[in-house]
């Protein structure tokens, strides 16, 4: 049994916890929060934007505590879960290495290049897993189209554009605070830049044109060159216009085929709705427009399946994968270029 805690009960710790709930050998048997009426299972104020909505838990046989310092020293565990605010990753994963215990943080694996470092040489130094939540591989529709650039069978990859756009998260505390969150650049399209470096790889140049707030990158695109030929552009940020809460998608064109997707939120409150406006599509050179069925959609089942790659790396050692902490260090750099593109813009 792997005997996991969790720190942070915001909405990512949540998704986390209830996902621990569906995986066969864990248990989660320690909380972490600075919100008391959390720790006494009071989430009905925990909101994002996707997935359950918060509620009443029943935390009975689950040990709690105020910080998650207390819990690292304290409780016996084999696995900490961080789902802080950025800007504690890195200290508190180098804090959990540092007593012998394994680690999963969420993305993004910290606000600068130097903590990815510290955090690695950390691990190294404990012996310790450490892996990093990028979810985005566990998705169907990313997953299928790894799995479609890595067999070969349409050719080489060309070029391919990402999108990823949200709606200002009003309900975000520190949202475009850059030494809290860093806004829409490491909260969001972190995200789009770590599958890049997956199924891509490094970008040799990157040019990024957008709009700022307080400082920070509020909605860009940015144009990346590759060794290799392909070219990659990308789009995404924040919109002043609450009816399109989220929107996710690429377009990827390999030597013989397109691959295509996209999916939205749309509407605001009670009234939004949410599916795809291209569902995952295969554009052949017969002239095929051939859909692809990939599931339910429920973006809960990729956390579970994240979560179990997770346990089956600390558990039985499996390969890291998507989790690996070079690549989450690779994805913060990529956008560490994009910012430096987007300032030299401002200057």
């Known amino acids: ?76 565990l084999d696995l900490i879960d961080i789902c802080l605010p950025p800007a504690l990753h890195a200290d508190a994963a180098v804090r959990a290495l540092g007593a012998g215990r394994h680690v999963f943080c ?78 829409p650049l490491l909260d969001l399209h972190v995200h789009d830049a770590h599958f890049i470096r997956l199924a891509i790889g490094m970008p040799a140049t990157i040019t990024s044109r957008g709009s700022h707030r307080h400082g920070l990158p509020e909605h860009w695109q940015s144009l990346m060159g590759f060794d290799s030929g392909a070219v990659v552009h990308a789009e995404s940020g924040v919109i002043g216009q609450p009816g399109r809460p989220f929107l996710q998608g690429f377009e990827i064109r390999l030597e013989r085929a397109t691959l295509a997707f ?25 002239g095929a427009a051939t859909h692809v069925t990939l599931g339910d959609g429920d ?10 790659h997770a346990v089956d790396v600390v558990a039985h050692g499996a390969d890291p994968g998507p989790l690996a902490c070079d690549l989450a260090a690779d994805a913060l750099t990529i956008c560490s270029r994009q910012a430096e593109s987007l300032q030299k813009q401002q200057a």
Not at 4 to 32: D, E, R
Not at 134 to 143: C, D, G, K, T
Not at 302 to 307: I, P, Q, R, V
Request: proline fraction near 6%; hydrophobic fraction near 45%; charged fraction near 20%.
């Open 106 to 183: 969420e993305k993004p694996m910290a606000l600068i290049v130097e903590d990815c470092q510290r955090m690695g040489a950390a691990a190294d130094a404990a012996g310790k897993h450490l892996l990093i939540g990028h979810v985005l591989p566990f998705f169907p529709e990313y997953a299928w189209a790894l799995r479609e650039i890595r067999c070969g069978g349409h050719g080489r990859l060309l070029g391919a554009s990402f999108k990823r756009v949200i709606s200002d998260p009003a309900w975000l505390a520190n949202y475009w605070n850059p030494a809290a969150v860093g806004g």
């Open 299 to 308: 973006p809960m089942r990729a956390f579970e399946a994240e979560l179990a």
């Open 262 to 286: 996209e999916f939205a939120v749309d509407g605001d409150g009670e009234n939004a709705t949410a599916g795809y406006h291209c569902p995952p599509t295969i554009y052949d050179a017969s």
């Open 1 to 76: 049994m792997i005997r996991i805690g969790v720190a942070g009960l915001g909405f990512m710790g949540m998704v986390h916890y209830l996902s621990y709930q569906k995986l066969p050998g864990v248990k989660v048997v320690a909380i972490a929060d600075r919100h008391p009426e959390r720790l006494a299972g009071d989430w009905k104020g925990v909101r994002g934007n996707f997935g359950p909505a918060g509620q009443q838990m029943d935390l009975a046989g689950v040990a709690t505590f105020a910080t998650h310092e207390e819990m690292i020293d304290r409780a016996d």
